[in-house]
Every structure is written in C-alpha cells, then in structure tokens.
C-alpha cells in the first residue's frame, strides 16, 4: 500500500478515536460535573492515544519505515491538535500545547516503531 494511503487510514482511525473520546469525555462531564482541568488531562490523553493508534495504523498497513511513518500521522494529530485549541480556546501557544504536541508526535512515532516489532518471532 502506499504511504499516502496508509497515511490517509492511519489519520481518519486515530481522528476518529480522539472523536470517540472527546464525545465519551464530554457527555460524561455533563452528567458528573468534575472538574474542568480533567477534562485536559482527557483530551490529552485522547490526543496521545489518537496519535500511537494512527501511527501504529499508519506503519503497520505501509510495512517499513516505522519512525517516518508514524512522524507522518503524528503531525497531522498534533495539527488538528494546535487547531483545536486555537479555535475553542484562545488564540495563545502555552507550554501545555507546546508540551502536548511533542508528545503527541513522541507517541505517534513509538506507535510506527511497535507496530513493525510486534507479532513477529525474533530470535535473539
């Protein structure tokens, strides 16, 4: 397959799992009430997680390349990331985003790099 596609898979599965949680997270917030710097920490963790999913998708269905792969879909999370914050956040770069989007990019990466190392026997 090529890169371009299995970017293109990659990016839509871990987009929609960051959709998944972010509706998970706020429905739960509605009816719990917690407090708001959790709902951070959720949209983070779903912003890491979105980006390891898309990068394992990404170099798993392209087959080598794992770090190159998975920096691919990783850069696409971390724009939807920066994007969201601008647009329903403020128009300011804090140190969390900052902090976020490296490892958003960190997780997608180590997402490429584990998808091409597991299920296979290695012999050492």
């Given at each position: 397959m090529?890169?371009?596609k299995s970017s293109a898979y990659g990016v839509l599965?871990?987009?929609i799992f960051i959709l998944i949680v972010t509706i998970?997270?706020?429905v739960t917030y509605l009816h719990y009430d917690y407090d708001p710097y959790l709902i951070v920490l959720i949209m983070q963790l779903a912003y890491c997680s979105g980006s390891f999913l898309a990068g394992f998708i990404t170099s798993r269905l392209y087959g080598r390349n794992g770090i190159i792969s998975g920096l691919i879909a990783s850069l696409v999370i971390a724009?939807?990331?920066?994007a969201l914050n601008i647009l329903f956040g403020g128009r300011?770069?804090?140190m969390t985003?900052?902090?976020t989007v490296i490892i958003v990019i960190g997780a997608?990466?180590?997402?490429?790099?584990?998808s091409l190392n597991v299920?296979?026997?290695k012999t050492v």
């Amino acid at each position: 397959m090529s890169r371009v596609k299995s970017s293109a898979y990659g990016v839509l599965a871990g987009l929609i799992f960051i959709l998944i949680v972010t509706i998970i997270g706020a429905v739960t917030y509605l009816h719990y009430d917690y407090d708001p710097y959790l709902i951070v920490l959720i949209m983070q963790l779903a912003y890491c997680s979105g980006s390891f999913l898309a990068g394992f998708i990404t170099s798993r269905l392209y087959g080598r390349n794992g770090i190159i792969s998975g920096l691919i879909a990783s850069l696409v999370i971390a724009f939807v990331c920066v994007a969201l914050n601008i647009l329903f956040g403020g128009r300011y770069i804090t140190m969390t985003l900052i902090i976020t989007v490296i490892i958003v990019i960190g997780a997608g990466m180590s997402g490429g790099v584990l998808s091409l190392n597991v299920g296979k026997n290695k012999t050492v």
